[in-house]
């Protein structure tokens, strides 16, 4: 990727998609890095928590159902990241997809890769949150503008623009 890209954090949604329309729209002249966050190991996490406190989980997941639920997530992950540079180079952008796996948040991952790429601006998608959509941005892009280390663009995706 060349220097200095705009991040665009992608997970497949209507706001996230909005937000890739939106970059190329005010964003063209500059290369987009299309970057999907996914929990790496959060198939066995799933499967050992407990119901109620102390109890032990339903089920218990054994390594090899562990390692291809794990493998799978990664799949659709890759997918979902294609899926996202498609749409970017047919809005007309010269953008490349990256999959990250972190055990962080998804807002900590983004500012991470912002850094490491000197990245020029950062943009997020924002999923309407009904009776606090007023008030607040959504974790991911709230922490995402509060600690990015380059300008950020948040996006709401379409159905929220229309309620207002």
Do not use: N
Request: hydrophobic letters at 45%; a negative charge.
């Amino acid at each position: 990727m060349s220097s200095r890209p705009v991040i665009v954090g992608y997970d497949g949604t209507p706001a996230s998609e909005r937000a890739l329309r939106e970059t190329a729209a005010l964003l063209a002249q500059h290369p987009v890095l299309v970057v999907v966050v996914w929990e790496a190991g959060k198939a066995f996490d799933l499967a050992t928590l407990p119901i109620r406190g102390f109890e032990p989980p339903p089920t218990v997941l054994d390594i090899r159902t562990g390692f291809e639920l794990d493998q799978a997530m990664y799949e659709a992950a890759q997918r979902t990241a294609q899926h996202g540079e498609a749409l970017a180079r047919a809005a007309g952008l010269d953008a490349e997809s990256l999959v990250v796996a972190d055990d962080v948040t998804v807002a900590d991952t983004l500012i991470r890769l912002a850094r490491e790429f000197d990245s020029r601006a950062m943009v997020v998608g924002a999923h309407g949150h009904r009776p606090l959509s007023e008030l607040l941005l959504g974790s991911t892009s709230r922490d995402v503008v509060r600690r990015a280390p380059c300008p950020v663009m948040v996006v709401r995706d379409q159905a929220s623009a229309r309620d207002e």
